[in-house]
C-alpha cells in the first residue's frame, strides 16, 4: 500500500512564494507519475499540475508560468513550487500518486493514492 503525504502549506501574503513536497512511501515502484491538486471551500477539486518525471508537464491554466512541478525519481519527493500567489490560489492542496500517464490533456489515471492534504492560505 502506498502512503502519501503532503507538507509545505502555510499562510503567505499576496506575491510571495511557497514550496510544497510531497513524499510517498510503501511500493513506490508501483507509481509512474505524480499530480498536485487542490480544493477551495465550497468548489470541486481541481487540478492543479502534473508529472510523470523530467520536463514535460501539464499545468492548469490558472498557473501556468507561477508554479513548477519537479519530480525526479521515486525515492525523492515531488515539489510543487508557486510563486507570485495570489488569493485565488487559497485551498487545501492535495498530492496524486498514480500509475497511468500525463499528456497535453492531463493525466490518464490507472489507480491512485491521495495523500490528506496541506493547507495553503494567501492574503494580506
Known amino acids: 500500500q502506498v502512503q502519501v503525504a503532503e507538507s509545505g502549506g502555510g499562510l503567505v501574503q499576496p506575491g510571495e512564494s511557497l514550496r510544497l513536497s510531497c513524499v510517498i512511501s510503501?511500493?513506490?515502484?508501483?507509481?509512474?507519475?505524480m499530480g498536485w491538486y487542490r480544493q477551495a471551500p465550497g468548489k470541486e477539486r481541481e487540478l492543479v499540475a502534473a508529472?510523470?518525471?523530467?520536463?514535460?508537464?501539464y499545468y492548469a491554466d490558472s498557473v501556468k508560468g507561477r508554479f513548477t512541478i519537479s519530480r525526479t525519481r521515486s525515492e525523492e519527493p515531488t515539489y510543487l513550487q508557486m510563486n507570485a500567489l495570489k488569493p485565488e490560489d487559497t485551498a487545501m492542496y492535495y498530492c496524486?500518486?498514480?500509475?497511468?500517464?500525463?499528456?497535453?490533456?492531463?493525466?490518464?489515471?490507472?489507480?491512485?493514492?491521495w495523500g490528506p492534504g496541506t493547507q495553503v492560505t494567501v492574503s494580506s
Open positions: 496524486r500518486a498514480f500509475w497511468g500517464s500525463v499528456g497535453p490533456g492531463g493525466p490518464t489515471v490507472g489507480y491512485d493514492y
Open positions: 508529472t510523470m518525471g523530467g520536463d514535460d508537464a
Open positions: 510503501g511500493g513506490i515502484y508501483s507509481i509512474n507519475a
